[in-house]
Every structure is written in structure tokens, then in C-alpha cells.
């Protein structure tokens, strides 16, 4: 065998020693997330909007599950969002904190692309990445991405942006806060 072939299989052999050695690492090591924080972020409407003093929907599920924040500070859960959590949790239901905002309904942010500069501060500002542009050319919001959490708005030096209510239709339908129509 050859000097070439012989380093190619010791290379290959300790690869495979080292895969092997990190995959029982991954499985004896594995750090267990809080089911209960999980359970409460998936009740979370996942806006990233911060409005409940966190910088979004995970660190605030953590902080009910610890019990460093109440459950009634998120504005666009809702009542029928506390209801929940209360519900999950076991506690009394609690009115909404009017401190945090009011729930409001579902918008869409929409960037007038004539008077956009292209400053990106609507970019950065955007929690969920659902603003795509680059600098000194004109943005555009990726309608299936946004959350609505009007975080764009403040930055923007040209005041370009508005927020329009989006129609509940199947596509469209996210939150459970939203009131249906039913039309007999």
C-alpha cells in the first residue's frame, strides 16, 4: 500500500473515531430544554415585538416559567393569549396589562418603495428578518414573514412605512386572538 493510501485511511479511521466519539457526546451531554417554557412560547403569537418587555417570545415564555414575569404582558396574545396561559399554568386569569399596549389587530408593514431611501434602518430594526433590500436601493416586506410588530416604523427617516390590517382568510390567519366571522 502505498504512503498516500495509508494516510487516506488513517484520516478516514479517525474521522470516524471522532463522529462517533461527538455523537455519544451529543447524546449522553444533551442539555434538556423547560418543557413547561416551551408549552408557554407555543401559546405566544410569536411577533418578537418586545412590547412585553423582552426581546421576544422565548425570553418572555422563560421568564413566566421562572416566575420573573406575569402572564398578562403580552398585547398581541390578547385576553384570549392570558386565558391560555393562565389556563396552562393553573393561575387566575388575569386582565390584560394595559402598561404593555392594547392588543390590536393583525397588520401588515408595507414600505412605500417610491419614497424609500435605502437606509436599511427598517432592516435592522425588523426582529424577524422579513424586510429584504440593500443599502441605498429600495426595501420590500416579505408579507408571509411579517409579524406586524411595528418595529420598522420608529426607524425609518422618511416615515415610508405604514401599517395596513390584513384581512382574516386562511393564508392569512395566525393568531387565535383574531376574531372570525361567521357568516351563517
Known amino acids: 500500500m502505498s504512503a498516500l493510501g495509508l494516510s487516506l485511511m488513517l484520516m478516514a479511521g479517525l474521522a470516524l473515531l471522532l463522529g462517533a466519539v461527538l455523537g455519544f457526546a451529543a447524546v449522553r451531554f444533551r442539555v434538556e430544554g423547560d418543557p413547561i417554557a416551551a408549552q408557554i412560547d407555543a401559546i405566544l403569537p410569536q411577533t418578537q415585538c418586545g412590547q412585553c418587555g423582552y426581546p421576544g417570545c422565548k425570553p418572555y415564555a422563560e421568564a413566566i416559567a421562572n416566575d420573573e414575569a406575569d402572564i398578562n404582558q403580552c398585547p398581541p396574545g390578547g385576553d ?30 408595507v414600505i412605500d418603495e417610491a419614497r424609500c431611501i435605502g437606509c436599511t434602518l427598517c432592516i435592522q430594526a425588523c426582529p424577524v428578518d422579513a424586510i429584504v433590500g440593500a443599502a441605498k436601493h429600495m426595501h420590500t416586506v416579505i408579507a408571509a414573514e411579517c409579524t406586524g410588530c411595528e418595529l420598522c416604523i420608529a426607524p425609518c427617516p422618511v416615515d415610508c412605512i405604514a401599517m395596513l390590517p390584513v384581512g382574516v382568510t386562511i393564508p392569512t390567519w395566525r393568531y387565535p386572538t383574531i376574531p372570525l366571522k361567521v357568516v351563517a
Open 80 to 109: 384570549d393569549g392570558v386565558r391560555k396561559l393562565a389556563e396552562l399554568l393553573g393561575r387566575d386569569y388575569k386582565p390584560l396589562n394595559a402598561e404593555h399596549g392594547a392588543p390590536a389587530p393583525r397588520a401588515l408593514a
